[in-house]
């Protein structure tokens, strides 16, 4: 079994542990499963927008513990400050040491949508979305199949979700369908690890038209936006980058910065 494997079976078992701890209709009664959900798509379709998908976690299966104590106010503050499009925050706590009450928490402090990264299998996991404030959810061809990617797909636009799939192959692009408003190529490889931005690019143009391109992992310089904004990509899922520095935030204000200062010169040039 690779990580991946390993990862989708405990969370089989969490999901329906869940399911007896709260029960789908007491997640209905949450405050913020009938609260509005704000969009992904607009702010990465908006004009002079960074496309920068800020993540928050602590820990991941490729690099261990990145940043284990930090608090996450401070950091998703900053995020929502200087330009983040969208906030992508770690809810699996065995892997990556996430937690609910993160997006709860975050939901209270910042404008911009939150995508909820999980391994979503069962619809039980998009009421939970919804019900602690998330915007987005993510769905990961990897693991799921093409049926099934349409059904919980068709099912979070139900709840007035958006929905991001990740796709890392040719073979995968088979899993969108409709309901996907958002397709994600991970340069990372969820089995082996191995990261190539390459990856997205020679996906790109095999990617429906009116889907919007986002590119996902290992992403750690302006110049690689640039390069992925020339094929098509509005949105950059960063996490590691900003998270392994004592304090994410400075990280992310200079990132910011530094991509404003070249996107100008870009368009001058
Ligand atoms: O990051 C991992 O080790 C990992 C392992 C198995 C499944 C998912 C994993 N990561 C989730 C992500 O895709 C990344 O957190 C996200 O794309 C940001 O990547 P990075 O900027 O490289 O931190």
Do not use: W
């Not at 009421?127 to 959810?137: N, R, T, Y």
């Amino acid at each position: 079994m690779n990580i991946l494997d390993n990862i989708i079976a405990s969370k089989r078992i969490e999901v329906e542990q869940k399911k007896e701890l709260v029960p789908v209709e007491d997640l209905k009664t949450f405050p913020l499963y009938a609260s509005m959900c704000n969009s992904l798509v607009s702010n990465l379709l908006a004009e002079g927008s960074t496309g920068i998908i800020a993540e928050f976690k602590r820990k991941s299966p490729s690099k261990g513990v990145i940043n284990a104590d930090i608090q996450i106010g401070p950091v998703v503050e900053t995020y929502d400050a200087h330009g983040a499009a969208g906030i992508s925050i770690l809810t699996d706590e065995n892997y990556f040491g996430g937690s609910n009450d993160d997006i709860i928490y975050a939901r209270d402090i910042v404008s911009v949508p939150i995508l909820r990264k999980d391994f979503i299998i069962d619809e039980y996991q998009i009421i939970e979305a919804k019900a602690i404030g998330a915007s987005v959810i993510l769905l990961i061809a990897a693991n799921l199949t093409p049926q099934r990617v349409q059904e919980l797909a068709l099912f979070a636009k139900r709840q007035s979700l958006e929905v991001l799939l990740e796709i890392h192959n040719e073979e995968e692009l088979s899993h969108i369908c409709t309901e996907v408003d958002i397709v994600g190529v991970n340069n990372r490889d969820l089995k082996t690890f191995t990261v190539d931005v390459n990856r997205s690019i020679e996906l790109s143009e095999k990617i429906p038209a009116d889907k919007i391109k986002i590119s996902e992992s290992g992403i750690s310089d302006v110049d690689t936006i640039l390069r992925l904004r020339q094929h098509g990509y509005k949105g950059f899922l960063i996490g590691e980058n900003f998270m392994k520095h004592a304090d994410p935030s400075i990280a992310f204000a200079d990132f910011v910065n530094a991509l404003k200062a070249a996107s100008k010169v870009e368009m001058e040039g």
